[in-house]
């Protein structure tokens, strides 16, 4: 069974940063993509940043020069660097990745919590 566990998330001042993880486990035979989303209370969750197979990335507007995602194939892990942190930036951060077991489906991570107090 796969599951995606992240790891990071907690309170911060504005102008402060964090990193989350997301360690994908399980019977893994290979991973395409990873990404972080976020959901604020009362919001649609979003995009935040995608990362290819490759190391190719993209990036939400709103962290565009701020956020960095990246990632360990080796240990099939995503990592998120949050810099410059904003008080919008607060929201609840998921994981999803792409994976093949015996199927390619996408699996989602429990989120975790990022507070960026003004």
């Known amino acids: 069974q796969v599951q995606l566990v992240e790891s990071g998330g907690g309170l911060v001042q504005a102008g402060g940063s964090l990193r989350l993880s997301c360690a994908a486990t399980g019977n893994i035979r290979s991973i395409n993509y990873m990404a972080w989303h976020r959901q604020a209370p009362g919001k649609q969750r979003e995009l935040v940043a995608t990362?290819?197979?490759?190391?190719?990335?993209n990036y939400a507007d709103s962290v565009k020069g701020r956020f960095t995602i990246s990632r360990d194939n080796a240990k099939n892990t995503v990592y998120l660097q949050m810099n410059s942190l904003k008080p919008d930036d607060t929201a609840v951060y998921y994981c999803n990745a792409e994976i093949r077991v015996f199927v390619t489906r996408t699996y989602w991570g429990q989120g975790t919590q990022v507070t960026v107090s003004s």
């Open positions: 990362i290819a197979t490759g190391g190719s990335t």
